[in-house]
């Protein structure tokens, strides 16, 4: 049985909104917990550069609506963590699930990536998803 959880990631203390992105994808897409990145897929965008797309997203949503959350109150994105028994599933499997379940989640409406970790004994994956749509028009 797996066990989902859900975080809203803000800018985060003394950091500007590309270092709190980068920093947490990076720990996402860490090379030696993802078996050099074989087990990272993405949805709408290139997860080697996925928080430069977001950006990119956030200032169009700005652009558009003329909208603009304060700096606490702002979402960045948003990360699901799924872990699995040992033994339930293997990795690749892990990844397909969560793959499924981003997509299923935001509707096929935001750009997301999906990595699965090989560094516990039991296999769990991190999908982040980008908090505007890929029209730039709302948020999640």
């Not at 959880?5 to 993802?34: C, E, V, W």
């Not at 997860?47 to 797309?53: C, I, N, P, T």
């Not at 652009?63 to 033994?87: E, K, W």
Request: glycine share 6%; aromatic share 12%.
């Amino acid at each position: 049985m797996a066990v989902t959880y859900l975080k809203p990631h803000h800018i985060g203390a003394k950091k500007t909104i590309a270092q709190a992105m980068r920093d947490s994808f990076a720990y996402g897409k860490n090379p030696i917990k993802t078996r050099d990145g074989e087990l990272v897929t993405s949805y709408m965008c290139d997860a080697q550069v996925a928080y430069e797309e977001f950006l990119l997203s956030k200032a169009k949503y700005r652009a558009i609506t003329g909208r603009a959350q304060g700096v606490d109150d702002d979402i960045l994105f948003y990360q699901i963590r799924q872990s699995f028994l040992p033994g339930e599933i293997d990795h690749a499997a892990a990844l397909e699930i969560g793959h499924d379940l981003a997509m299923r989640w935001t509707k096929g409406n935001h750009a997301f990536f999906v990595a699965s970790h090989i560094d516990r004994p039991h296999p769990h994956i991190h999908i982040y998803y980008n908090s505007t749509t890929l029209d730039s028009t709302h948020k999640f």
